[in-house]
């Protein structure tokens, strides 16, 4: 969490998009930057997911995680290297970078 003022405003001003998020999205980027999804820092990128997918654990550990924590958009403007300023009913929530993009195999999650 970004306390200083000054930082704040270049960390969002340095945003390339805003991105309205769902209910859903919203809802884990709060658990991501309380915790509630420990050891999880942030979004799975695609190599993390698909590992996920596969094997239901994080990549390089035996810890589980059945469920792959993505945020989905189809903004086709958004690509890998910039960052996306996050809200959720106008406010400000996060700020992301974004590593990599895909379309996620919804088909495999449910297997």
């Known amino acids: 969490m970004v306390r200083e003022k000054d930082y704040k ?3 969002v001003d340095s945003c390339h998009h805003k991105q309205e998020c769902s209910d859903r999205n919203a809802c884990d980027v709060e658990l991501l930057t309380v915790g509630g999804f420990s050891p999880l820092e ?10 996920v997918v596969e094997h239901m654990r994080l990549p390089g550990s ?49 297997k």
């Open 9 to 11: 405003r270049a960390v």
């Open 62 to 110: 035996d810890l589980l995680l059945g469920l792959p924590v993505v945020m989905d958009t189809n903004n086709e403007a958004i690509v890998e290297g910039q960052r996306v300023l996050l809200t959720y009913k106008g406010q400000d929530i996060a700020v992301l970078e974004v590593e990599s993009k895909w379309v996620p195999n919804k088909a495999l999650e449910t």
């Open 42 to 51: 942030g979004f799975l990128n695609k190599e993390a997911y698909e590992h």
